[in-house]
Nanobody
Framework: VQLQASGGGSVQAGGSLSLSCAAS????????MAWFRQAPGKEREFVAF???????YYEDSVEGRFTISRNNAKNTVYLQMNSLKPEDTAVYLC???????????????????WGQGTQVTVSS
């Protein structure tokens, strides 16, 4: 499975951005998908999760501002980011895995496939 992320860019605080991540290859094997982010000098951080039946979970700091969704027909996962803050600045990475369920869903090592990342910069 290959993941190709797009979207991102630079925006002022309070603005919005939308990310997409398209999967190709053996996409029928993918169940869970997620977005993580990594700021310079920091560890990779969980942002949002969506299961095969569209169950969603969010990191506390983005709850209510970010929305994750998926279109299984297009093998694509989305992340709509509203009310962006400077602390949201990071490289955002999409991830996918064949496992079902939610065990370990916030941990990067529970995802087998990763996209290349896309930069999101929020200025104050």
């Amino acid at each position: 499975v290959q993941l190709q992320a797009s979207g991102g860019g630079s925006v002022q605080a309070g603005g919005s951005l939308s990310l997409s991540c398209a999967a190709s290859g053996r996409t029928f094997s993918v169940n869970r998908m997620a977005w993580f982010r990594q700021a310079p000098g920091k560890e990779r951080e969980f942002v949002a999760f969506i299961g095969s039946e569209s169950t969603t979970y969010y990191e506390d700091s983005v709850e209510g501002r970010f929305t994750i969704s998926r279109n299984n027909a297009k093998n694509t996962v989305y992340l709509q980011m509203n009310s962006l803050k400077p602390e949201d600045t990071a490289v955002y990475l999409c991830a996918a895995d064949r496992r079902s369920g939610v065990y370990g869903f916030t941990r990067p090592n529970f995802y087998e496939y990763w996209g290349q990342g896309t930069q999101v910069t929020v200025s104050s």
